[in-house]
């Protein structure tokens, strides 16, 4: 998994209009904790952070205020504007290289299911793993070539990479194959708007 380089500043201003002012400036305010260390209150680079965070789970090497201070983050929890999407607040948690970390990684299906009709449910969208924060595997395939309604794909029957232990239990179902339902015409009898009318 590769590295994305992103220049931060620490702050020390806090409250809603100070997170304004960031970004207004196009940055975006963060915090990074973890080893028990004090939460380190930080601004971001929007762009720059907005394209790393296109990656799942992506290992962030911070340069913090010039150089004096280098750190790898990865990112644990996002806030977006729910209307317009740009990045409001980010908590990056602190990790060593070595360090074993456990996080979710995305679940890909590939394949076409056996002819039918049949729907695919994502039980679990993102699977927890324990992996090496710098070996955090970008997404998990898995065939679902053929299933049929009935059939689930468990937590244990996933490939991982190697290195890479689930942090779920073996017999979590992950996908499982619906039968497709039909749609039920929503017919409404006469009698039943009159009685509505007269109540």
């Given at each position: 998994m590769s590295e994305v380089k992103i220049?931060?500043?620490t702050r020390t201003e806090f409250g809603k209009g100070a997170a304004?002012?960031?970004?207004r400036d196009d940055k975006v305010p963060g915090v990074l904790y973890g080893?028990?260390?004090d939460p380190l209150h930080l601004t971001l680079p929007g762009?720059?952070?907005?394209l790393a965070l296109r990656t799942p789970n992506v290992l962030i090497a911070l340069d913090i205020d010039g150089g004096k201070t280098n750190e790898l983050a990865i990112p644990k929890s996002v806030q977006r504007d729910p209307i317009k999407g740009f990045l409001e607040h980010v908590d990056l948690q602190l990790v060593k290289r070595?360090?074993?970390v456990t996080v979710e990684i995305p679940v890909q299906a590939e394949g076409e299911l056996a002819?039918?009709?049949?729907?695919l449910e994502h039980v679990l969208d993102a699977l927890p793993v324990e992996a090496e924060a710098t070996h955090i595997p970008e997404q998990v395939t898995v065939s679902v070539e053929g299933l049929e309604a009935g059939a689930s794909v468990l937590a244990k029957d996933i490939t991982l990479p190697s290195g890479v232990k689930l942090a779920v239990e073996d017999d979590a179902v992950v996908l499982q194959v619906l039968a497709a339902q039909a749609e039920e015409p929503a017919a409404e009898t006469a009698g039943e708007g009159e009685e509505a009318a007269e109540a």
């Open positions: 220049a931060a500043e304004r002012r960031i970004r080893h028990g260390s762009h720059d952070l907005l070595g360090e074993t002819p039918g009709g049949y729907l």
